[in-house]
């Protein structure tokens, strides 16, 4: 009787790897590795430029003023006035009332104005016209001249302000006497020094040359 023939085990087949989980191939995590740098690299590049601020606002400095030379003329004197003849005269119309001094007074004192403007330019007045821009007796009367220094327009202010008339008449008398105009300046001063003090007015008119 035979004995049974032995069968060989089939050899046992190698082991299978267990897959482990949430690893990535190597060549796909390098490609996504180096994407994660280079955005890195640009955002925190993108973080340190500054936007440039324009060259002319940073370089150019403000010009400071030019000073004023040293040498600069000085200032022209104060142009001196003198007697003024005047052969024709605009039209002076005199209201159709009665006023407080006579046509004849009134029109010397216009006449004596347009032509003596080194007197009555340096006369105060003490009506309280310098409310109204006058700076001496002489704007009581005249309202604008010529180029060649001629009244063109007479202002109605003197004709009926006995103060202005007044004053004018008074100036006019003196120098027909040869009184100088500083000397013209002082008595009218004196004159109305008590009603200027009552009523503060008084024109802001220039002291007369001293020659």
């Known amino acids: 009787m035979s004995k049974p023939s032995k069968k060989t085990p089939p050899p046992p087949a190698p082991p299978v790897k267990p ?3 949430g690893k990535v191939p190597i060549g796909v995590g390098g490609v996504a590795l180096a994407g994660v740098v280079i955005a890195v690299v640009v955002f925190t590049q993108r973080d340190r430029v500054q936007p440039e601020a ?8 403000i010009a400071a003023p030019a000073a ?9 004197p104060a142009v001196v006035l003198g007697p003024h003849p005047q052969k ?10 009665p006023l407080a001094r006579s046509p004849e007074v009134i029109t010397a004192a216009y006449k004596f104005a347009a032509e003596h403007p080194e007197v009555l330019s340096y006369v105060p007045c003490f009506c309280g016209c310098e409310r109204s821009g006058h700076r001496g007796n002489e704007d009581c009367f005249v309202q604008k001249r010529g180029a060649n220094g001629d009244v ?3 202002t109605e202010h003197g004709m009926e302000c006995t103060v202005c008339l007044d004053v004018a008449q008074q100036a006019m008398q003196m120098h027909a006497s040869g009184a100088s ?3 013209i300046r002082a008595a009218v001063e004196r004159k109305w ?4 003090a009552q009523t503060h007015a008084h024109t ?3 002291d007369p040359p001293k020659n």
């Open 19 to 21: 897959r482990s989980r």
């Open 54 to 61: 324009p060259a002319q606002a940073a370089t150019t400095p």
């Open 68 to 76: 004023a030379p040293t040498d600069a003329p000085a200032a022209l």
């Open 88 to 97: 024709e005269f605009p039209p002076l119309q005199l209201p159709g009332y």
């Open 152 to 154: 063109t327009e007479w």
């Open 181 to 183: 105009v500083r000397d």
């Open 193 to 196: 020094a008590a009603q200027s």
């Open 204 to 206: 802001p008119t220039p």
